[in-house]
């Protein structure tokens, strides 16, 4: 089955960091972009960061320098690592893959940041 499987949120404190793990079954993630995607109750889904099929990688404004993004295509898996986390990354983080029209989305990990 195609799909891909996130792992990893937890409740952390403020200043803590998680990582996040994402798991590639039947696709392949050297030859497509791999994304991390949030949402927060009540808001968007909005873009966290990106791996392309060439290995680089871009963030949001709002995450950038806290959060790495990176790969092993061996293990066909993604990870998000995040440090200094905030109460205001608290969401549940999506990996997903976008090629054209189609879209591949995971079911998803809850992150919690407590104050």
């Known amino acids: 089955q195609v799909q891909l499987v996130e792992s990893g949120g937890d409740l952390v404190q403020a200043g803590g960091s998680l990582k996040l793990s994402c798991v590639a079954s039947?696709?392949?993630?050297?030859?497509?972009?791999i994304n991390w995607y949030r949402q927060s109750p009540g808001q968007q889904r909005e873009h966290v960061a990106t791996?392309?099929?060439?290995?680089?990688?871009t963030y949001a404004d709002s995450v950038k320098g806290r959060f790495t993004i990176s790969r092993d295509t061996a293990k066909r898996t993604v990870w998000l690592q995040m440090n200094r986390l905030k109460p205001e990354d608290t969401a549940v983080y999506y990996c997903?893959?976008?090629?054209?029209?189609?879209?591949?989305w995971g079911q998803g990990t809850q992150v919690t940041v407590s104050s």
């Open positions: 997903n893959l976008s090629r054209g029209t189609y879209a591949l």
């Open positions: 791996i392309s099929k060439t290995g680089s990688t």
């Open positions: 039947l696709v392949s993630i050297n030859i497509n972009d």
